[in-house]
């Protein structure tokens, strides 16, 4: 699709529930400081026989306008959901929106296997007990049932999963749904992957997830493109943004982020988990070419940036090869933790926030980058004005996403 033929698409408002705080403000904050907030994973569920790292949700605040008897009935993806979404729907003032005309894409899939992990373990021997609702909030739809009850959104809804690139293909979509004109609005939500100790041990058996080398100094463990990373470090997170036309006539006032240029999504034709370099840069290329923008104007760049061996080094490469080793790169997720379905939202919201406060935020732990040549903040925050900036995901399976922004 031609660059003319899309309207102009603009981010409105954002939430952000993540280790390191719970709502922008204190996201913000977090994020210039380098705070993180990475340990031996406490919540019941995640452990067993091994201790895994990660940076999990301080107690979550809850507006007034969620009951306690609703909340009690909620796994942590659904509260999450509902705070994030809260958020950036007040930002957004969607209120006074048509709800016939705004739409939800939750980004995520498999997302509460903690909880279907528990809800077996309980109920094994005592089947004839298992409360009735358990029909349908075991689907990941559920959260969609959830946010557009309490939300009163009557257009579309539905999840959406492409592993840890489903943040971004979440907003893909809802760009995708604004441009047929299904919606005037439309609400990506990275939903928070809640983990048990299974895919845990799975994800650690694999090599994806980290960290043998940094397992008595858990703050050292989450090192992106930095020579000493074993892996990912998981975090608990869950971000939302509101997408709409540049030209939307609502009753109301609202000053946009930022604009979306274009996005892309490829595939590397390749079930399992390791990157495709060819794949990354077909999709970085075909985001450019959609914004219709050249390598050089990109500013900034948050990249996918785990911590992965393979995938930080194909990445990288990628960028290099793209001709964009001048943008500036920090790495959010080594103060975050990798939200795995949750990840490309909350790095595109960490990238907002950057290009709002004119200031990088800085990179734990990145003191020996695995290229030198690039354009790395290190361990301290910089000034920069940013116009242009480009954000990466990719997910197993052989999925790639790129999206360029503009101030």
């Known amino acids: 699709m031609k660059n003319h033929h899309l309207p102009d698409l603009i981010i409105t408002g954002l939430g952000i529930t993540s280790p390191i705080g719970q709502g922008k403000t204190a996201f913000t904050t977090a994020l210039m400081q380098g705070h993180h907030a990475f340990g031996v994973m406490q919540r019941a569920g995640r452990q067993k026989d091994t201790e895994f790292l990660g940076a999990e949700l301080p107690a979550l605040t809850f507006p007034e306008q969620f009951p306690q008897r609703l909340l009690r009935t909620l796994t942590l993806s659904g509260q999450a959901a509902l705070v994030t979404l809260h958020e950036a729907w007040n930002d957004a003032q969607l209120a006074a929106v048509d709800p016939q005309r705004i739409g939800l894409v939750v980004g995520g899939s498999n997302l509460q296997q903690r909880t279907l992990l528990q809800t077996y373990e309980a109920y094994s021997d005592r089947i004839d007990f298992l409360r009735p609702t358990f029909g349908f909030s075991f689907m990941d739809s559920d959260l ?97 943004v509101v997408i709409e036309r540049a030209n939307t006539d609502h009753a109301r006032s609202v000053s946009p982020y930022a604009s979306i240029l274009g996005g892309a999504m490829t595939m590397d034709g390749n079930r399992n988990p390791n990157p495709s370099y060819q794949g990354e840069v077909r999709a970085i290329q075909m985001a450019l070419a959609q914004a219709n923008i050249s390598a050089n104007q990109i500013d900034y760049i948050n990249p996918h940036g785990t911590g992965s061996l393979i995938g930080d080094e194909t990445e990288i490469n990628a960028i290099i090869d793209c001709q964009l080793a001048h943008a500036s790169i920090n790495t959010t997720k080594s103060l975050t933790g990798h939200g795995l379905s949750a990840a490309g939202t909350v790095e595109l919201i960490a990238t907002l926030i950057q290009m709002e406060a004119q200031q990088l935020h800085p990179s734990r732990n990145l003191k020996e980058p695995i290229q030198a040549d690039c354009n790395w903040v290190r361990e301290k925050a910089r000034p920069q004005i940013i116009e242009h900036a480009l954000t990466l995901s990719m997910g197993f399976g052989g999925v790639n996403t790129a999206i360029c922004l503009k101030r």
């Open 144 to 240: 969609c049932g959830l946010c557009t009850e309490q939300f009163n959104i009557q257009g579309s809804a539905y999840t959406l999963g492409s592993a840890s690139a489903s943040g971004q293909a979440a907003i893909l979509q809802a760009m995708q749904n604004i441009q047929t004109g299904q919606v005037d609005v439309c609400i990506a939500l990275g939903a928070l992957l809640d983990l048990s100790y299974l895919e845990c041990q799975a994800l650690r058996t694999l090599g994806a997830m980290g960290s043998d080398r940094y397992a008595d100094n858990p703050d050292l463990a989450c090192r992106p493109f930095d020579a000493q990373h074993d892996g990912f470090i998981y975090g608990e997170n869950c971000g939302a």
